[in-house]
């Protein structure tokens, strides 16, 4: 069992590549934010079956796995060769997969291009009052303002962000669907789903903002899951040269730059959002 954040659509040609490679390995899939698997398998391991098998997350969400060593280590120099250093992290039990960039995408029927904030304090004006802005709950999308900007300034912007009344939905996937459907002008989303709306032929583009938050998604094995070896060849095929083409064709996302996010500071980031999420 392999759980993520992506939709079926976009895995299926992965999980078609993979068993016809190995043929007597069955890939089941479930869809599900990484805060919702991580859960999980908290709940399972203290029930004592865990079923799922490996899981795609962002480091800061999956470091409570990592607290409870729910989270296998592998040897990535003979599963991934190719695989660089930095993207090994937590000592090697999560290893780095794409960067998600979370952007400000607009319904383009509803703001004319002179019309969008500059800048991220822009959204303080008053036209912006009232319910026209749709935000993931959770804080994603700010995280980085305290480390651009500094706390007081990060922490400021957010208690008055919450006094324009906006939209708070559970995830960015549920913002764009609003913003897409008119409720309101803009809200945060992930890069790619702009696109997939574009495809679609929505009225959706994004905002050039000066600055973006990007985070860093990763794979890990779950320890104690009921095909262990079966999930590590598993990842290891996500992490190949065909499996990385296949993701890149489909997803619209980014697999390899540098400057990875390390422990220490996927930890900073979650205190970081946790004070952010508290303006809320």
Do not use: C
Not at 34 to 41: A, F, K, L, N
Not at 248 to 276: I, K, P, W, Y
């Amino acid at each position: 069992m392999f759980e993520s954040a992506q939709n079926t659509e976009t895995m299926q040609p992965l999980i078609d590549r993979f068993t016809a490679r190995y043929p007597g390995i069955h890939v089941s899939y479930a869809n599900r934010t990484p805060g919702e698997t991580v859960e999980r398998i908290v709940a399972e391991s203290a029930a004592g079956r865990i079923t799922i098998d490996a899981s795609s997350s962002s480091i800061r969400t999956v470091l409570p796995l990592a607290d409870r060593n729910l989270m296998a280590s592998a040897d990535w120099n003979l599963l991934a060769p190719d695989l660089p250093a930095e993207a090994r992290l937590l000592a090697d039990r999560f290893v780095a997969w794409y960067h998600l960039p979370n952007v400000l995408a607009y319904n383009t029927n509803l703001l004319r291009p002179e019309e969008l904030p500059r800048q991220w304090e822009d959204l303080l004006a008053p036209r912006w009052r009232g319910r026209k802005m749709v935000l993931d709950a959770r804080g994603i999308g700010l995280e980085m303002l305290p480390f651009v900007w500094g706390k007081e300034r990060a922490y400021d912007f957010v208690g008055r962000l919450k006094s324009q009344d906006p939209i708070l939905v559970p995830r960015s996937a549920v913002s764009i669907e609003r913003v897409a459907a008119g409720e309101a002008p803009l809200g945060v989303s992930v890069f790619p789903n702009v696109f997939e709306y574009q495809a679609r032929g929505a009225p959706i583009d994004w905002v050039r903002l000066p600055i973006y938050e990007t985070s860093t998604f990763g794979l890990y094995a779950t320890a104690g899951g009921p095909h262990p070896n079966a999930a590590q060849l598993w990842l290891a095929f996500l992490l190949s040269k065909g499996g990385r083409q296949i993701y890149e064709d489909t997803a619209v996302l980014f697999l390899r730059v540098s400057g990875l996010e390390h422990a220490h500071g996927a930890r900073a980031a979650g205190r970081q959002r946790a004070a952010l999420v508290r303006g809320f």
